[in-house]
């Protein structure tokens, strides 16, 4: 995908980012429970949602919280969630969202980012793995650590 551009979200775009549609079974792997469990410490200043856009289509979320004081390693610089629409996956935007994250992070003068994934066929390791994050350890929930050097 040649035209990809990353936006702030608007009324608009929530709607959309809202109703992305996913692949059977990838559902499950959105939210890891180690996020859900961990909500409630995070600094909502730090969070940094943005919309993935094909021209003028919506077609992936990302958002990444920041926390720099946070005593937990994985809630300082961490991709929360990423989402590509079902017929967008396999062509990039994922890859182009993470590369957003991650210079959004350097630009906040991090070193390292993290994300969580928990293991399961539909789930996104490959994928993470593929962009760059190396599994750096397991969260309490028994859940993947991934590490990105920036
Ligand atoms: C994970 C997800 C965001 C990937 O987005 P995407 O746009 O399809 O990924 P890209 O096309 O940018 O792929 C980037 C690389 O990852 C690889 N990859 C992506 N999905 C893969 C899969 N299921 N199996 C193997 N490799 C995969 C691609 O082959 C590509 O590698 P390459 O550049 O070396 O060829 C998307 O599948 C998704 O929305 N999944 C459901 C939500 C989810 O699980 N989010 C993570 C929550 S923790």
Redesign the pocket.
């Known amino acids: 995908m040649a035209d990809l551009t990353l936006q702030e979200l608007t009324a608009q775009t929530i709607v959309a980012a809202n109703g992305l549609t996913?692949?059977p079974g990838?559902e499950a792997?959105?939210?890891?429970e180690t996020y859900t469990h961990a909500e409630e410490e995070l600094d909502p200043s730090g969070s940094w949602p943005r919309v993935v856009l094909d021209g003028e289509r919506v077609v992936?979320y990302v958002m990444g919280s920041f926390d720099a004081d946070s005593p937990e390693d994985y809630l300082r610089a961490a991709l929360w969630?990423?989402?590509?629409a079902e017929g967008?996956?396999?062509?990039?935007?994922?890859?182009?969202?993470v590369k957003a994250f991650a210079d959004e992070a350097r630009a906040r003068g991090f070193s390292r980012a993290t994300?969580?994934?928990a293991s399961g066929e539909a789930?996104?390791e490959?994928?993470f793995k593929?962009?760059g994050f190396v599994v750096v350890g397991q969260t309490p929930y028994g859940e993947n650590l991934g590490a990105l050097e920036l």
């Open positions: 996913l692949k990838q792997f959105l939210k890891p992936g969630r990423i989402e590509v967008a996956q396999g062509m990039g935007v994922g890859r182009f969202a994300v969580v994934w789930g996104p490959k994928f593929a962009v």
